[in-house]
């Protein structure tokens, strides 16, 4: 599985950034241009949400759950790339 650390991904532009937290802590402060598609929905339905010629950047609070999501997306045939450290790396790097 492939990742990227904050400072990697604040080098990138039009990228597809995913907030995998609950509607309510993205809706209390996100990853500038992330939208929000909580873990289970993204886990059960990713194909209402992504397209597999796309590449997507998802995160979570601390980087674990989004490490799993991309794992199970990636064996499914979707492009997806871990931000280490999630959430709280952003807030740390701002």
Partial sequence: MISVTIQELNKMNNINIIDIRSIEKYNDNHINGAKNIPFDKLLLYP???????????????????????????????????NILGGYEAWILNK
């Avoid at 997507?56 to 999501?69: A, E, F, R, T």
């Avoid at 997306?73 to 979707?78: A, D, R, V």
């Fill in 47 to 81: 194909n209402n949400y992504l397209e597999k010629n796309n590449t997507y950047y998802l995160y979570c609070q601390k980087g674990k759950k989004s490490s799993q999501l991309c794992r199970i997306l990636n064996s499914k045939g979707y492009h997806t790339i």
